[in-house]
Nanobody
Framework: QVQLVESGGGSVQAGGSLRLSCVAY????????MGWFRQAPGKEREGVAL???????TYADSVKGRFTISKDNAQNTLYLQMNSLKPEDTAVYYC????????????????WGRGTQVTVSS
């Protein structure tokens, strides 16, 4: 059974950086589609970024040029490098994985982490 565990969240001032990690246990991340999602208080969960089995990446318009998603298959780990953080980036960030086709839709993913809090202050 696959288990995903996020880490790296915290509190940072606007303009700062954080790197989130997501370790997959129970299966290799090779040939996976993996994504980062976030949910702010009172808002719906939204897709942030995804990386497919070919290592091609897709980003939400709100984070393009600031966030970078990557994957280290040898370590079974997904990363999200977040630069130039803004207060509107404040949310709980979740990683998700699929071993079949997936897009930025959360329904495409069967496995989810518990989330890690990111707080950006002005």
């Amino acid at each position: 059974q696959v288990q995903l565990v996020e880490s790296g969240g915290g509190s940072v001032q606007a303009g700062g950086s954080l790197r989130l990690s997501c370790v997959a246990y129970g299966y290799s991340t090779i040939n996976t589609y993996m994504g980062w999602f976030r949910q702010a208080p009172g808002k719906e969960r939204e897709g942030v970024a995804l990386i497919d089995k070919y290592l091609s990446t897709t980003y939400a318009d709100s984070v393009k040029g600031r966030f970078t998603i990557s994957k280290d298959n040898a370590q079974n780990t997904l990363y999200l490098q977040m630069n130039s953080l803004k207060p509107e980036d404040t949310a709980v960030y979740y990683c998700a994985a699929s071993w079949s086709w997936a897009t930025m839709r959360d329904r495409d993913y069967s496995y989810w982490g518990r989330g890690t809090q990111v707080t950006v202050s002005s």
